[in-house]
């Protein structure tokens, strides 16, 4: 026992000794271990930190485990563990199928893409896979049915731990046996499409969302179906039925649809952000009871407005009391942006300085004529 002490000691006073972290203050050093006769140093500054195998090395030089890496989580405090990510940790996909709904099982784990062998799949883990894609009840293949998926890796204690109810396959009790497999042994899904009532929208691939999602910007079919062949994208806004582009009769896109806004709680903040949103910079007049007309659809959306002035777009304001309206009572506005040296005509239009009173109606409301002292080309003798 004492020999095993003796010798114990010496190692540590050769470690420290020898040790790369020699010379460094101790208020740079996050810690300092010894194991065996090589000591490992975990600074924070110093060029020299390493990570132990089972950690991944932040840019900051912090040590964390090496499943933090690329699961959506800031970890490393620097976010150098989310960047470069081929995939995040828990998502799952179907390859080599006829459609999304079925295929060669892939997990990411580790920022890897590998498929999972089959020898314990099961129609539980099949059943939670294709709950978590947004299908229903499953069919479940482990003789790679489907191909040899996209990866050379694969996960081998993956399948056979679902009990069936989970949400997500990463919450499924690991197989405590972890097996090996060849690229003919992979596990494979077959999920059934749901049904998808009205209103909803039916994806490509078969996945229901709500419709409200179509053309807003995100893909959330995973197969980009509800961002194609739109007419206009979510919270996009015109004004119709003016003179000029600057006014007209606020239009506003929601679920693939243009549609008018009631004018009942319309006010000055709404039209400076629908002003701001297209583009013009300085002042506004909010307008009511249709006065460019009835825009260009029959749709009327109630759910638009309450403006506090300074938000981006006009969906970005909160709106918390519906109203219902005819079309003879829709909102409107009259945007400005004329910088100078031009000149601001009274419907908003912005025209050249040299038009004012120059004999042309170049306002269309004859404002750049009026008040003249003189007319452009005129002389006299004086």
């Given amino acids: 026992m004492h020999s095993m002490r003796n010798t114990l000691a010496l190692l540590i006073a050769s470690s420290k000794k020898h040790s790369p972290c020699k010379g460094l203050r101790q208020s740079d050093m996050k810690c300092c271990e010894i ?5 490992l140093c975990y600074v924070g500054s110093c060029a020299r930190a390493a990570c132990l195998p089972d950690k991944f090395t932040c840019a900051n030089d912090n040590c964390i485990p090496v499943e933090g890496q690329c699961d959506r989580y800031n970890d490393c405090g620097d976010n150098s563990d989310e960047v470069g990510c081929i995939c995040y940790t828990g998502h799952i996909r179907l390859l080599g199928g006829q459609s999304a709904a079925e295929g060669t099982m892939e997990l990411c784990s580790l920022n890897t893409w590998a498929a999972t062998c089959g020898e314990y799949f099961s129609v ?3 059943t939670v896979i294709c709950r978590q894609l947004g299908f229903n009840s499953s069919i479940a293949s482990n003789n790679s049915l489907y191909g040899p998926g996209s990866s050379i890796y694969t996960w081998g204690n993956v399948a056979g731990g679902c009990v069936g109810n989970e949400s997500m396959l990463l919450f499924c009790p690991r197989n405590p046996l972890v097996y090996t497999c ?5 596990s494979g899904v077959q999920c059934s499409v749901p049904y998808c009532p009205s209103p909803n929208f039916q994806c490509a691939n078969g996945l229901c969302v709500d419709y409200n999602y179509r053309c807003d910007g995100y893909n959330d079919c995973r197969d980009n ?3 194609q062949n739109c007419s206009c994208y979510r919270g996009s806004v015109r004004l119709v039925g003016g ?3 600057a006014e007209g009769t606020v239009e506003v896109c929601n679920s693939n649809t243009w549609g008018t806004i009631c004018d ?4 000055a903040n709404d039209t400076r952000v629908v002003c701001s949103q297209l583009g013009y910079t300085n002042a506004s007049v909010h307008l009511s009871k249709s006065l460019f007309g009835h825009g260009t659809s029959t749709t009327i959306w109630n759910t638009f407005g309450g403006c506090r002035g300074t938000e981006s777009s006009l969906a970005s304001c909160r709106f918390t009391v519906p109203v219902n309206c005819n079309s003879s009572s829709l909102a409107g506005a009259r945007c400005f942006d004329c910088p100078s040296p031009n000149f601001q005509c009274a419907n908003g ?3 050249d300085y040299n038009y004012r009173c120059d004999g042309y109606n170049d306002c269309r ?4 004529e009026q008040n003249c002292s003189c007319y452009r080309g005129s002389v006299r003798l004086v």
């Fill in 225 to 227: 179906s509800d961002e």
């Fill in 365 to 368: 409301d004859n404002s750049d």
């Fill in 35 to 39: 194991v065996l006769w090589m000591t």
């Fill in 182 to 186: 060849s690229r003919n042994e992979l």
């Fill in 124 to 126: 539980d883990d099949a």
């Fill in 243 to 245: 003179e000029s582009p």
């Fill in 349 to 351: 239009l912005c025209v």
């Fill in 264 to 267: 009942s709680l319309w006010g």
